[in-house]
């Protein structure tokens, strides 16, 4: 065995997935997963640790997969982590665990995403589940959406003994994971459903459908219900627009909206009750995650499908591992490229897009070359569908109706980064609605340090 190269991971081929919506990498069996942990120096100052958000003991649960064990890998991984077989599906190991590793440096560094699967997986499939010390402590605590920050919040903090109740907006729980991530990336039965049941297995109660500001306030919860304390992890669901001319025609569409009719609401199945439009020629604005989801979406509906971005290549903000099945699967990347009219006919139907070339500029405060038009570049792009991909700000309502609780210009909540502690007495908050949108594991990571902070606040009240 090449100790360099890493062990290949099984796929759908491109032209049969682009077709489907079955989860496109298949993932290590469990000889492959040895062979691959069997790689691991085992760092006694393991950077990957430093590098992972809920800083898993890699080496630890590697050793363990290399030896056979994966049941002890397992538990290894699930004292710290409540939702693996996710964060070895999405998250962005490449500039985090995997970007840190060692063995990097003069090769493949270790697939530990994939490992993290494999583990997860196999205990899913032999029945192992999340233990935990469920002596309850009398404190209750109320955990404001089921996305991952909740659910991590709510896990951990089941696990120090309190009594937590996630209270969710929508009809199914897992926020994002279930409206935001496609089938062909995250399976939503057998593996969302399936770690949101070892959530629960911990104590965790759940109420769906409780629109917080609406049906409850958070002082609500507080003075009537009689929660000890409250997490904020409700994420960033507002979606962002162009505000170029056009962009209320038909066929525009917001990618949370799109993705949200599509994965929770089944609309690409056409019996859904939510229909979801099938265009011939779908144009993706933007180049992160959500974008590729997105474009990916549109694909596996029939469409011909463009990614319309202002920036090259190296600076697309998504995965590199999306944008190589993106482009495998046949999505085209207008590069160097920015809209700036959407075109309709005579009933208001999207009929094109008007863009312009780019070139890149001087660095801008993100450290990345500013775009820069180039006059006289115009071009169209006929097509009948738009959707804009271009991130997202939380909702709202729960600051608005929540007395003392501040926020930034961007409407985001201010929270602590350390414990999640916000400027509200007893009221945590953590991922996307502190940060705005983010990854999976950072919304994890946010979760956990809001119940450790949350823990210390009531062993102190």
Partial sequence: MDVLKRVPVREQKPEERAANFKEVCLGYNKEEAMQEAARCINCKNAQCIKGCPVSIDIPGFIEQVKNGDIEKAYKIISESSALPAVCGRVCPQESQCEGKCIRGFKGDPISIGKLERFTADWARENGIKPTADLDKNGKRVAVIGSGPAGLTCAGDLARLGYDVTVFEALHEAGGVLVYGIPEFRLPKEDVVAKEIENVKSLGVKIETNVVIGKSVTIDGLMDEEGFDAVFIGSGAGLPKFMGIPGENANGVFSANEYLTRSNLMKAFNENSNTPIMRGNKVAVVG???????????????????????????????????????????????????????????????????????????????????????????????????????????????????????????????????????????????????????????????????????????LKTK
């Fill in 287 to 457: 180049g992160g995650n959500v974008a590729m989801d997105a474009a990916r979406t549109a694909l596996r509906l029939g469409a011909e499908v463009h990614i319309v971005y202002r920036r090259s290549e190296d600076e697309l903000p998504a995965r590199v591992e999306e944008v190589h099945h993106a482009k495998e699967e046949g999505v085209i990347f207008d590069l160097l490229t920015n809209p700036v009219e959407i075109l309709s006919d005579e009933k208001g139907w999207v009929s094109g897009i008007k863009c312009i070339r780019m070139e890149l500029g001087e660095p801008d405060a993100s450290g990345r070359r500013r775009p820069v038009e180039i006059p006289g570049s115009e071009f169209v792009i006929e097509l009948d569908t738009v959707i804009m991909a271009l991130g997202t700000s939380p909702n709202p309502l729960i600051s608005s109706t929540t007395e003392g609780l501040e926020t930034n210009k961007w409407k985001c909540i201010m929270a602590d980064e350390e414990n999640g502690k916000t400027t509200k007495e007893g009221v945590f908050a953590g991922g996307d609605a502190v940060t705005g949108a983010a990854t999976v594991i950072l919304a994890m990571g946010a979760g956990k340090a809001a119940a450790k902070g949350i823990d210390e606040y």
